[in-house]
């Protein structure tokens, strides 16, 4: 019987596709242009900061880019002028970001009752796509055109302000 020898290499022969494939991992496509379009960070550490709250509004019939015209107005506030920011703002994005930002401030109180509602900021506003809604418009000599309703998910993250550290340095005064 003639024995089968083994490659130079000291593995077997590849059997097949199978063999021959890449790992996984050298495979993996890099994160594209709709990872980056997405706008989410990383959390920061659990001990960064007393209280943090956040509340979620899901498939809010608004579209994402309109809405994140608002988010940046609010985004690093505290939450009396972001609230007075949003009564006073006409665009229609404000209400349902004013709605998610109350949420987050009654999630923080429930979370924790020491907590100072007059300390927390905005930490975290992010508005992310959702699913669009495909819609059908009648259109000249019998065709039919494709409109999308877009939708957007708001996140918004409360925090309160640290104590600690010293106070900011005072501007000089010219004279």
Do not use: C
Request: proline residues 9%; positive net charge; glycine residues 6%.
């Amino acid at each position: 019987m003639a024995e089968k020898k083994k490659p130079e290499g000291g593995k077997p022969a590849a059997a097949g596709k199978r063999a021959a494939r890449k790992p996984a991992a050298e495979t993996r496509a890099k994160p594209g242009v709709a990872a980056r379009l997405l706008r989410r960070r990383k959390p920061e550490p659990a001990g960064a900061a007393p209280v943090e709250a956040r509340a979620v509004a899901r498939y809010v019939r608004l579209s994402p880019q309109k809405a994140r015209l608002v988010m940046d107005l609010i985004r690093g506030q505290g939450v009396g002028p972001a609230l007075d920011q949003l009564q006073f703002t006409k665009q229609r994005a404000a209400r349902p970001i004013a709605k998610v930002l109350r949420s987050a401030i009654a999630n923080a109180e429930q979370k924790s009752e020491t907590v100072d509602v007059d300390r927390l900021y905005v930490k975290y506003a992010v508005v992310n796509e959702g699913p669009r809604w495909k819609r059908v418009r009648p259109a000249p000599f019998g065709r039919a055109y494709q409109v999308q309703r877009r939708t957007s998910h708001i996140e918004i993250a409360v925090a309160e302000r640290s104590t600690g550290g010293a106070p900011a340095p005072a501007k000089a005064a010219t004279a």
